[in-house]
T-cell receptor
Framework: ETGVTQTPRHLVMGMTNKKSLKCEQH?????MYWYKQSAKKPLELMFV???????ENNSVPSRFSPECPNSSHLFLHLHTLQPEDSALYLC?????????????FGPGTRLTVL | TQLLEQSPQFLSIQEGENLTVYCNSS?????LQWYRQEPGEGPVLLVT?????EVKKLKRLTFQFGDARKDSSLHITAAQPGDTGLYLC???????????FGKGTMLLVSP
């Protein structure tokens, strides 16, 4: 499945580093999402972009900064992260103006913060 | 706040056995989606159900949406090792572009 791609697949960073996660969707969708997946917790929605505008920000710390330059690309900029931010970060996309919100996920970036 | 409870949390069975996993909520959803996630990968959509009482079949997998659209089940017949993974259910509401996810059921099918 190559509809939604994410890079890098794995990332190890120190608490003082700055890095970015990239997501690209090839499905022609108009909405994109960032989720955090930690062990034994439900998927946590972080950000939603619809038609390139941020429509939801679920009380995410400011050390996470999203960017959506167009409907096909989504970035998550990371700086001064904490070890508890280590998780699988998933990107998804959907066609938001339909009656059923079916979301398609990328393979994720496994982030480890030392 | 809408919540989805999945049960069991973990299931370990032998190849060839049948199993059912459940997804329950006190809230009504306009749609219910099932995903399977393998270790180190993102969730892959299996099915979307939208009508109360709807039953969908995908080879050996049978999905049912409850009449009241508050619950769903996934039944696997003659499980195979390739069915191993985390099964996630997610509820959606029309006109609002976010999903509510359960914690998932981790299925391990041994040869």
């Amino acid at each position: 499945e190559t509809g939604v791609t994410q890079t890098p697949r794995h990332l190890v960073m120190g608490m003082t580093n700055k890095k970015s996660l990239k997501c690209e969707q090839h499905l022609g969708h108009n909405a994109m999402y960032w989720y955090k997946q930690s062990a034994k917790k439900p998927l946590e929605l972080m950000f939603v972009y619809s038609l390139e505008e941020r429509v939801e920000n679920n009380s995410v710390p400011s050390r996470f900064s999203p960017e959506c330059p167009n409907s096909s690309h989504l970035f998550l900029h990371l700086h001064t992260l904490q070890p508890e931010d280590s998780a699988l970060y998933l990107c998804a996309s959907s066609q938001a103006d339909t009656s059923v919100d079916t979301q398609y996920f990328g393979p994720g970036t496994r982030l480890t913060v030392l | 706040t809408q919540l989805l409870e999945q049960s069991p949390q973990f299931l370990s069975i032998q190849e060839g056995e049948n199993l059912t996993v459940y997804c329950n909520s006190s809230s009504v959803f306009s749609s219910l989606q099932w995903y399977r996630q393998e270790p180190g990968e993102g969730p892959v959509l299996l099915v979307t159900v939208v009508t109360g009482g709807e039953v969908k079949k995908l080879k050996r997998l049978t999905f049912q949406f409850g009449d009241a659209r508050k619950d769903s089940s996934l039944h696997i017949t003659a499980a195979q090792p390739g069915d191993t993974g985390l099964y996630l259910c997610a509820g959606g509401n029309s006109g609002y572009s976010t999903l509510t996810f359960g914690k998932g059921t981790m299925l391990l099918v041994s040869p």
